[in-house]
């Protein structure tokens, strides 16, 4: 589905306060994310098992004021966010901030 693909492609970045992070898409939405829910999901070599998938980051060593210092983009798809806790190697595919902004999201309190 082309129309889809703007959903996938952001138009700006900014740290919203201390404890969020917000990406607006092109299509007009805004997700907001825990700050450090994003350094936590971090699916680099360092942080996931290459081979088993299993999580090999321990939460407790991502201190909680964790914030990102740089963003860089990588190619049309991915950025990379360069972390205060001095971790730099997370790229995150544009998809996967976007699915896991919906997860945040999904809040069943709310009406649909
Ligand atoms: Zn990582």
């Known amino acids: 589905m082309v129309a889809d693909e703007a959903a ?3 138009t700006g970045f900014r740290q919203k306060s201390s404890r969020e992070f917000a990406i607006s898409w092109s299509d ?4 907001v994310y825990p700050v450090r829910a994003l350094r936590l999901a971090c699916a680099c070599a360092h942080c996931i098992d290459e081979w088993s998938g299993e999580g090999r980051l321990d939460p407790a060593s991502v ?3 964790v914030h990102p210092l740089k ?5 049309r798809y991915a ?3 360069e ?12 998809r996967r901030l976007r699915a ?5 999201a999904d809040d069943p309190t709310k009406p649909p």
């Open 100 to 104: 896991l902004a919906d997860a945040v």
């Open 8 to 10: 996938f492609t952001p």
């Open 79 to 81: 950025i990379q966010i």
């Open 83 to 94: 972390w205060s806790d001095g971790h730099g190697t997370g790229i995150y595919p544009f």
């Open 71 to 75: 963003i860089e983009s990588v190619g």
């Open 63 to 65: 201190p909680d004021d």
């Open 28 to 31: 007009g939405v805004e997700s």
